[in-house]
T-cell receptor
C-alpha cells in the first residue's frame, strides 16, 4: 500500500500563476481533506470531500478549488497564487471507522514569490 | 465549532526523563475522538495515540500515555523514558464522532502545536 501520495514535494510559483497539487490514496477511503500548515497556527482545513462528487469548504477555502471525480484522487487547485498562500500543504484521508485517525501525505512546501 | 488549544509552544526534556504536553479543547459534543500526532523534521504526520471520549480508561501506547479529563476538557500526552527520536512537533487534534448529515464527521481540528526538544 502506498497510502496517500502527494505531488510535488516542493514548488515555487510566481504571484498570479495557477497550479494543481495532486493527491491520491489507494486505501478506498471515503473522506479526503486538504490542510495547510503555517507557523504557530497548526493545520487548518481548506476543503474536504466525503466521497466522489461531494466536496465542501473548510476553515480557509478562499483562493482554492477542489473536485473529487474518483474515490482515489482529490486535487487542490490554486487559481491565482498569492504570497499569503506560501505554506506547507497536506492531503489526508480516512475511512468511516469510528475514531480512525487520518493517513497523511508527505506534504508540499509551496512558496509564492 | 470546536477549538483545540496547546498552550506550550516549546518544551524540553532530558533523555530518559518524562515530559507532559498539554492540550485543552472546547466542544458541546459528548461523543468525539482525540488524537496526538507527531511531526518530525521530515514533515511526515505520524499518529501517536488516540482516545475515544466515551471510554474512561486512558489510552496507552508503549512509552506514550494520555491523561484524559473529559469534564475539564483536557487531553495531555505523557512521554516516558524520552528518547532523542521523540524530538518533534506534537499536535493535539479533535474529531467529531457524528457529523451533521455525515459531512463534518471526517474533519480534524488541530491545536497550534508544541515543539519538543530532547537533550542528551
Amino acid at each position: 500500500n502506498a497510502g496517500v501520495t502527494q505531488t510535488p514535494k516542493f514548488q515555487v510559483l510566481k504571484t498570479g500563476q495557477s497550479m494543481t497539487l495532486q493527491c491520491a490514496q489507494d486505501m478506498n477511503h471515503e473522506y479526503m481533506s486538504w490542510y495547510r500548515q503555517d507557523p504557530g497556527m497548526g493545520l487548518r482545513l481548506i476543503h474536504y470531500s466525503v466521497g466522489a462528487g461531494i466536496t465542501d469548504q473548510g476553515e480557509v477555502p478562499n483562493g482554492y478549488n477542489v473536485s473529487r471525480s474518483t474515490t482515489e484522487d482529490f486535487p487542490l487547485r490554486l487559481l491565482s497564487a498569492a504570497p499569503s498562500q506560501t505554506s506547507v500543504y497536506f492531503c489526508a484521508s480516512t475511512d468511516r471507522g469510528q475514531g480512525a485517525g487520518y493517513t497523511f501525505g508527505s506534504g508540499t512546501r509551496l512558496t509564492v514569490v | 465549532a470546536q477549538t483545540v488549544t496547546q498552550s506550550q509552544p516549546e518544551m524540553s526534556v532530558q533523555e530518559a526523563e518524562t515530559v507532559t504536553l498539554s492540550c485543552t479543547y472546547d466542544t458541546s459534543e459528548s461523543d468525539y475522538y482525540l488524537f496526538w500526532y507527531k511531526q518530525p523534521p521530515s514533515r511526515q504526520m505520524i499518529l501517536v495515540i488516540r482516545q475515544e471520549a466515551y471510554k474512561q480508561q486512558n489510552a496507552t501506547e508503549n512509552r506514550f500515555s494520555v491523561n484524559f479529563q473529559k469534564a475539564a476538557k483536557s487531553f495531555s500526552l505523557k512521554i516516558s523514558d524520552s528518547q532523542l527520536g521523540d524530538a518533534a512537533m506534537y499536535f493535539c487534534a479533535y474529531r467529531s464522532a457524528w457529523g451533521d448529515g455525515g459531512t463534518s464527521y471526517g474533519k480534524l481540528t488541530f491545536g497550534q502545536g508544541t515543539i519538543l526538544t530532547v537533550h542528551p
